[in-house]
């Protein structure tokens, strides 16, 4: 009897989630345009979506996906960090190794700055310090830079940083893609002060923080989010998710954390019902190719970036398999509703 009633709850919850799923069809808006993408950045209180967009950012009204205005000469953009007291944005250039300063309230640019490092992907700006943050990729290494542009500090990393998130108060925390490790570092002394091992995890990538509860998220290839403790390093818990994730979000009024999945068009809703207990709530379907994204915090709306692409052509022989084409202006931002909180996030 206990067999065949946990056979038919396991079936109502197959049947709940893919209601989940099937109610939540993401709306689409559509960008267009040529070119690859990587972060998105919202800022919340002027309801603007920053979509990177290979050599320019493209910012939209969350309201309804209308565009406001393009900052471009951002050759390789990977990332925007907002300085919301400072009135500034800045953008990554992967390809340029510099940070493109801009006014955010005229999308106006008003200078462009040399990193220190190559190829600077993820960046931040960090209230502690009032210093912008770039992870640079290709040097394994990661800039300080002051607002007006001087390079204050270089700190190497020993492997490739992904995805980096602020505590706010001295301290940075970033995923090393090639040891799958986190680095912890102290903002004000620009230094590695610990590096903590990632417990069941591949190539970590995008990153999500739970000030509250001193919870880090790190979404992995291998299908994996890993919770560590920020305060000990300490691994928390495995939760799965899809597959090819590469960016992480965590809800602090829900209790949800996201991690969107690239290479299988879905988005895993985790629950942290305790500081210690994560499951998975639901699997929405998004499209393949959507592994970064963006949270409304205030909407409870996810936001993520997407295009369709024709086969890969065939590689010659010799040659590395090539890289499918985009379909012409199919690039495009879809918006997910995210399920609804039954219960209070619990502390």
């Known amino acids: 009897m206990f067999r065949r009633t946990s056979i038919l709850l396991s079936l109502a919850l197959v049947a709940v989630t893919s209601a989940h799923a099937a109610d939540r069809s993401p709306q689409r808006w559509p960008v267009g345009g040529a070119g690859g993408w990587d972060y998105l950045t919202l800022d919340a209180p002027t309801h603007r979506l920053f979509v990177t967009h290979s050599d320019r950012v493209v910012v939209l009204d969350t309201a309804d996906g209308r565009a406001l205005g393009t900052i471009g000469g951002t050759d390789g953009v990977h990332g925007v960090a907002i300085d919301r007291d400072g009135g500034k944005g800045y953008a990554s250039n992967g390809r340029a190794n510099s940070v493109t300063k801009f006014d955010l309230a005229s999308l106006r640019v008003e200078a462009t700055y040399p990193v220190s490092g190559t190829n600077p992907d993820a960046i931040l700006f960090d209230t502690a310090t009032h210093e912008v943050w770039t992870f640079n990729g290709r040097s394994h290494d990661a800039t300080a830079l002051a607002p007006d542009g001087k390079v204050v500090a270089t700190v190497p990393l020993d492997g490739k940083p992904e995805f980096a998130v602020t505590d706010g108060a001295g301290r940075i925390f970033v995923n090393d893609e090639d040891h799958a490790t986190l680095k912890v570092i102290d903002a004000r002394n620009h230094r590695v002060a610990a590096t903590w091992q990632l417990d069941a995890c591949e190539s970590p990538s995008g990153l ?14 291998n299908r994996h989010m890993a919770v560590t403790d920020s305060e000990s390093g300490r691994h928390v818990a495995t939760v799965p998710i899809g597959s090819g994730p590469d960016g992480a979000a965590f809800d602090a009024t829900t209790g949800f954390v ?51 692409f024709e086969p890969a052509p065939a590689a010659k022989e010799g040659q590395a398999p090539q890289r499918p084409p985009m379909v012409p202006d199919s690039f495009c931002i879809l918006v997910v509703d995210t399920p609804p909180a039954q219960a209070t996030h619990k502390s």
């Not at 999500?208 to 290839?221: E, N, Q, W």
């Not at 996201?258 to 709530?281: K, Q």
């Open 208 to 221: 999500a923080f739970d000030a509250a509860h001193h919870r880090l998220f790190s979404v992995c290839r």
């Open 258 to 308: 996201y991690s969107s999945n690239g290479a299988d068009g879905t988005l895993t809703v985790v629950r942290e019902r305790t500081p210690d207990r994560f499951d998975v709530e639901a699997t929405l379907p998004t499209q393949k190719s959507a592994r970064t994204l963006a949270l409304d915090p205030a909407a409870h709306r996810v936001y993520l970036a997407a295009a369709s």
